[in-house]
T-cell receptor, first 112, second 117 residues
Framework: QKEVEQNSGPLSVPEGAIASLNCTYSDRGSQSFFWYRQYSGKSPELIMSIYSNGDKEDGRFTAQLNKASQYVSLLIRDSQPSDSATYLCAVNPGGGADGLTFGKGTHLIIQP | GAVVSQHPSWVICKSGTSVKIECRSLDFQATTMFWYRQFPKQSLMLMATSNEGSKATYEQGVEKDKFLINHASLTLSTLTVTSAHPEDSSFYIC?????????????FGPGTRLTVL
């Protein structure tokens, strides 16, 4: 069974600090990886996608992928209270499969 | 760009009735749309994959006769929950993959909260 694992948290980070969110996946053949942000009662919002090993930066967000270790992470710099949400890691296994497998999410709290 | 809408945003129905949920990609064409379900404090679970003009592909454990999916155009997919029961109460979210878009990026609709009495 293909799994995506995340620490459910809550992860509490002071405002202005760096928040680090981690995710591991079981399917070594996975091709593409996504981070979604979900506020309570709302649907997920795509914030980062990454397909190649290494780092990808977009504003205050940096996604990191290490396929050998089957590990993907998200860093949020200069954390703001509005970043408080649940962050979902999602993986597309490739091989013709279209759907995403989601982790259970990490609940992030940014403390003012 | 990449806006997906859903209608209705919430619905309350009696047990045994059927409910139709619409998912539309507003500013792009979606060759593939997906339907997810999310129970409280749980993650999203993929229910089915819907390709325009063809039958939907259902995930294991999802009853295709209960959850009818139609993807009649590149901008519209519908999910009909037939003979709904209280255990079907959930947050139903669709997503759409942009035609020609890279690597399966999916954009989610705002979701439909279904409550079956």
């Amino acid at each position: 069974q293909k799994e995506v694992e995340q620490n459910s948290g809550p992860l509490s980070v002071p405002e202005g600090a760096i928040a680090s969110l981690n995710c591991t996946y079981s399917d070594r053949g996975s091709q593409s990886f996504f981070w979604y942000r979900q506020y309570s009662g709302k649907s997920p919002e795509l914030i980062m996608s990454i397909y190649s090993n290494g780092d990808k930066e977009d504003g205050r967000f940096t996604a990191q992928l290490n396929k050998a270790s089957q590990y993907v992470s998200l860093l949020i710099r200069d954390s703001q209270p509005s970043d408080s949400a649940t962050y979902l890691c999602a993986v597309n296994p490739g091989g013709g499969a279209d759907g995403l497998t989601f982790g259970k999410g990490t609940h992030l709290i940014i403390q003012p | 760009g990449a806006v997906v809408s859903q209608h209705p945003s919430w619905v309350i129905c009696k047990s045994g009735t059927s409910v139709k949920i619409e998912c539309r990609s507003l500013d792009f064409q979606a060759t593939t749309m997906f339907w997810y379900r999310q129970f409280p404090k749980q993650s999203l679970m993929l229910m089915a994959t819907s390709n325009e003009g063809s039958k939907a592909t259902y995930e294991q454990g999802v009853e295709k006769d209960k959850f009818l999916i139609n993807h009649a155009s590149l901008t519209l997919s519908t999910l009909t929950v037939t003979s709904a029961h209280p255990e079907d109460s959930s947050f139903y979210i669709c997503s759409a993959r942009r035609a020609g878009g890279p690597y399966n990026e999916q954009f989610f609709g705002p979701g439909t909260r279904l409550t079956v009495l």
